[in-house]
């Protein structure tokens, strides 16, 4: 065989990377959003010891639960075990986790003098603890890993932190645009933190992005998205790096074009998403990730995921740029012998540009 780039050996963390800026791999890199947490025994064990948001403001409790599911399945990414709403949180408004409930602050925005009385993000004073453990996990992980930093959109963070927010949006749309704009600058810095600490990657989350049609996500949230993405790329080529960068959306089938615009790197679809149809109109624009569906990794047996997880990497085969995921997040009870078939079943894949596209 010649020695295309397909048939090197990759590391894990070059492997990710070479996916990400658009190059056939080995096989696919592997990872799962939301694989630090609930699924996990050794994950509940801890959390049964501790409480929630002392978890995700402990350094030593972030890096070896970001650690946990990389040791399990030996994923080719880790992502940093943090949250959406740290942001928010260290800004001020008190929040807890409550069961039933979701995200609960203490309080919520309603003006943009609410937003003013805010503390001013400061990442050396808010969040030192994330970035220690972010360098830690750095050092550890070396190449056997890529390493993904991530924030919320602005718009997923602000359906969070606003009061009405649906009817903030249509009464009072200046107000909106303001909290999207400060949010869209806390971030841009937040994420600056996480690149200075060692991060090799991003990915942003906009898990509330559906709740936009295609004409409006531009203006409520592609276009903060962008300025995020514009942003990080500067300061990567300053400082001599490329840091490519993930857009999570549940609904992408519908929010594709929109999604394209932002000029994310990947481009993270859900598992509604034709994958033909997909990959025809992303080819030489983006990288794409995903887009297993949660509910089998949940429900199915093992040899079940398996056999899934083949035909989607078949759908996949010869795309320039494929990294395997679920379409969303790993839902609490899923059992960690289907994690390990998915993940094993991608590691054996073999070299997809040898499939017909
Ligand atoms: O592996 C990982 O992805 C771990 C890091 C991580 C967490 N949250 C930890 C967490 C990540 C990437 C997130 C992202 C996040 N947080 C999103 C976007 C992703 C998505 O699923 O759409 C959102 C919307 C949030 C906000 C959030 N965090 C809510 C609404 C809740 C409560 C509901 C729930 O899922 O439990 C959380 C809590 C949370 N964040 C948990 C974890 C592990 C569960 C807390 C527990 O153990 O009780």
């Known amino acids: 065989m ?26 696919p890199p592997v990872w799962l959003m939301r ?16 409480d929630f948001m002392a978890m995700l403001s402990t350094p030593d409790l972030i890096t070896e639960i970001s650690l946990q599911p990389w040791r399990r399945y030996k994923t080719d990414a880790v992502i940093v075990f943090a949250d959406i709403l740290l942001l928010p949180w260290k800004k001020g408004m008190g929040l807890k986790f409550v069961e039933g409930q979701g995200a609960v602050f203490d309080f919520l925005l309603h003006t943009q003098d609410d937003w003013r ?21 750095r050092a550890t992980l070396q190449d056997d890993a890529a390493l993904i930093g991530f924030a919320g959109s602005p718009w997923t963070v602000a359906s ?22 400060q949010l869209t600058l806390d971030t841009i810095q937040y994420l600056f933190a996480q690149i200075e600490s060692g ?15 295609a004409e409006e996500y531009d203006t409520w949230s592609g276009g903060y998205i962008r300025q995020i993405v514009r942003a990080v790329k ?24 929109p999604m394209l615009a932002t000029e994310a790197d990947v481009l993270s679809i859900g598992y509604e998403s034709d994958i033909a149809l997909t990959r025809a109109r992303c080819k030489n624009h983006v990288a794409l990730q995903g887009n297993f569906h949660s509910d089998i990794l949940l429900n199915a047996t093992p040899s079940e995921v398996a056999r899934a997880t083949e035909q989607m990497l078949q759908a996949f ?7 395997a995921n679920l379409g969303h997040g790993v839902l609490p009870k899923t059992p960690v012998e289907n994690v390990e078939a998915f993940v094993k079943t991608v590691h054996s894949a073999k070299d997809s540009s040898l499939c017909s596209e």
């Open 2 to 27: 010649s020695a295309s780039s397909s048939s090197t050996r990759f590391t894990p963390r070059a492997r990710f990377l070479a996916a990400a800026a658009r190059q056939i791999t080995d096989h």
């Open 234 to 257: 500067e300061r990567a080529q300053k400082i001599g790096r490329t840091i490519p960068l993930t857009l999570f959306l549940k609904d992408s089938h519908r929010l594709l074009e």
């Open 199 to 213: 991060i090799d990657t991003l990915q942003i989350f906009d898990s509330w992005g559906g709740l936009l049609t």
């Open 317 to 323: 085969a010869g795309y320039p740029g494929y990294i």
């Open 117 to 137: 009385a805010l503390k001013p993000f400061d990442a050396a004073a808010q969040v030192p603890f994330l970035t220690e453990s972010l360098r830690t996990l």
């Open 35 to 50: 694989q630090a947490g609930r699924h996990l025994p050794e994950y509940r064990e801890l959390r049964a010891q501790h």
């Open 160 to 181: 969070y932190i606003c009061a009405s927010f649906e009817e903030m949006k249509i009464q009072n749309p200046d107000t909106l645009h303001f909290i999207l704009q």
